[in-house]
């Protein structure tokens, strides 16, 4: 039996982080899957185990839920500290976890499913909600390869896989998926040597048991 | 001379929730104003300090500069661990960090400024903007309420200010700006209690040099 459970989705980006983190701490999951086209992260039963209905959320061994994927991933990283997802000097911590933020707040929040609907509902065509989409990402993506022009090496920060680049690929899915100008050749770079470890790629929407 | 200055708006909820940081922390910094609705966060010398162009950004002794607000407290409870900003169980950090995301994911950057002014770029109506602040804000704190229900004491969590409060107290700031409902008696009595600490009441808008 797994200690852990993960509710999520197979193209939630939010839930691909969380699995990617569970992966390079090598921790046993199972995963219990909530169609977001059909809602089903609205129904009952999960608002009370996350009253955002938002994916995804982690059941811990004893019922405890936890929720929001950065929330999650640092929790994972202090009860599992190898392979550290954060550097251990507080300045590098701040970078990394800026950049993660860079993603997780300002760009997959204002472009996740449940804004575009928002913005289909309001009258908005399908041109104007994916342009709308694709300028987030763009922005967006922009500012994290700034950011990192500096730090980058193997991956993001440096050679060890960190927050931010956890954070980074799936993003990039969304990127494809809005067709976004893919202008950053050092972002792909890293996607790529990030896609080469077995955490990363078993993680990968496609390869989960949900995939339609 | 101050060994920190911070980049923000005495308007930026963002930039407030890194004020009541540095009041919580005893730190010494002086300000540096940066008009939002004039554009000067997106003028060449501050996109320099911050790629991304929004406020706040925290330049440090030394020249070294970070971004996101979340990630400059958790910066900032680092290297001042007094008073402490998170609890010390793993699991208790984790439900603390998700709540300040729920605002600083989830809410603020869906109703902030920029989005707003792209909803009106579409050709959105004021009320339209309005109500999607609105239903944002209500929506959102709606959750935190829920989440904090086990956990409510004097402040968020328990008695003692955490990073949700210090996300808290400024996004209520926006949901009367927007005229939401404000059906929370619980969070409306943790605002109280924090308005009666000197580090978040000296950091509130209307007090800082820049207010209009």
Redesign the interface.
């Given at each position: 039996m797994s200690a852990m459970r993960l509710h999520g989705y197979f193209r939630s980006t939010a839930s691909y982080r969380v699995r990617i983190a569970l992966n390079l701490k090598g921790l046993s999951y199972d995963q219990r899957s909530h169609h977001l086209r059909k809602g089903e992260q609205r129904a009952p039963a999960y608002l009370a185990l996350n009253?955002?209905?938002?994916l995804p959320a982690l059941e811990?061994d004893g019922g405890?839920v936890?929720?929001?994927s950065?929330?999650?991933c640092?929790?994972l990283d202090?009860?599992a500290p190898e392979p550290a997802l954060l550097p251990g000097d507080?300045?590098a911590?701040?970078?990394v976890?800026?950049f993660a933020?860079?993603i997780?707040?300002?760009i997959?929040?204002?472009q996740n499913l449940k804004?575009l609907d928002?913005?289909r509902s309001?009258g908005?065509s399908e041109d104007?909600v994916a342009g709308?989409a694709r300028a987030t990402i763009e922005e967006?993506l922009?500012?994290c390869d700034?950011?990192i022009a500096d730090h980058a090496g193997r991956f993001c920060f440096g050679d060890a896989v960190t927050l931010a680049d956890i954070c980074l690929v799936p993003q990039l899915i969304n990127a494809r998926r809005f067709g976004a100008d893919l202008r950053w050749p050092r972002l792909l770079t890293i996607e790529a040597a990030c896609l080469s470890l077995p955490a990363f790629a078993d993680a990968m929407p496609e390869r989960q048991a949900d995939a339609e």
């Open positions: 009253p955002q209905g938002l811990l405890k936890l929720t929001q950065l929330a999650i640092e929790y202090e009860i507080p300045l911590r701040a970078q976890r800026a933020q860079v997780a707040c300002d997959h929040p204002v804004i928002r913005l309001l908005l104007a709308w967006g922009d500012a700034r950011l």
